[in-house]
């Protein structure tokens, strides 16, 4: 089955730096969807993007998906403390969902 | 509407005992599943479901099963429970309606196996 490739693994940074996850597939994707879990929470939809090349934003988050259909990404401008979790892109392959490894970010106040 | 619920929250188990994971939601949506979540590997499919009477495979069915009698319930077993099953699991659902399948999720059951 597909694979999704997520990184960094772990993002550390300063209150009101930008924050930026990847996410790369193998093979061309139907569609990219996002997530966020809070520690000790469940994940939570943020956005899915179908087309090539499309791009969305969410006041401080823009969603980016690739040309190709084969790679995403999420940018977070100025972070603050509330945006502290992991944040995760997922992809259908007729039904079956793969989630990437997730991006941990930590925001130091 | 109360969305996804699971039960129970939490289980400690002995190796080679049964149980059953519940998970139900009340927004009539089609699509059912079952993840488990361990550090560093995200979330891993185990089972899901297109409607009542109809499951497949995911990445990693080796020792669940699953049932769809009804649209609102899809049990999780766990047939002869193992150390290496120890995770969060998470249940979700979303309607296959539309181009945006927003899956909801559960609150989980964190699960250890002894």
């Known amino acids: 089955g597909q694979q999704v490739m997520q990184i960094p693994q772990y993002q550390h940074v300063q209150e009101g730096e930008d924050f930026t996850t990847y996410c790369n597939s193998s093979?061309?994707?139907?569609?990219i969807q996002w997530y966020k879990q809070r520690p000790g929470g469940h994940p939570v939809f943020l956005i899915q993007l179908v087309k090539s090349g499309e791009v969305k934003k969410q006041k401080r988050l823009t969603f980016q998906f690739g040309e190709a259909k084969k790679n995403s990404s999420l940018h977070i401008t100025a972070t603050q403390t509330t945006d502290v979790g992991t944040y995760f892109c997922a992809a259908y392959n007729n039904n079956d969902m793969r989630f990437g490894a997730g991006t941990r970010l930590t925001v130091k106040p | 509407n109360a969305g996804v619920t699971q039960t129970p929250k939490f289980q400690v188990l002995k190796t080679g005992q049964s149980m059953t994971l519940q998970c139900a939601q009340d927004m009539n949506h089609e699509y059912m599943s079952w993840y488990r979540q361990d550090p560093g590997m995200g979330l891993r499919l185990i089972h899901y479901?297109?409607?009542?009477?109809?499951?497949d495979q995911g990445e990693v069915p080796n020792g669940y099963n699953v049932s769809r009698s009804t649209t609102e319930d899809f049990p999780l077993r766990l047939l002869s429970a193992a150390p290496s099953q120890t995770s969060v699991y998470f249940c979700?659902?979303?309607?296959?309606?539309?181009?945006?399948?927003?899956?909801?999720f559960g609150p989980g059951t964190r699960l250890l196996v002894l």
């Open positions: 093979t061309t994707l139907s569609n």
């Open positions: 979700a659902s979303s309607s296959l309606q539309g181009v945006a399948q927003t899956q909801y």
């Open positions: 479901s297109v409607g009542a009477g109809i499951t």
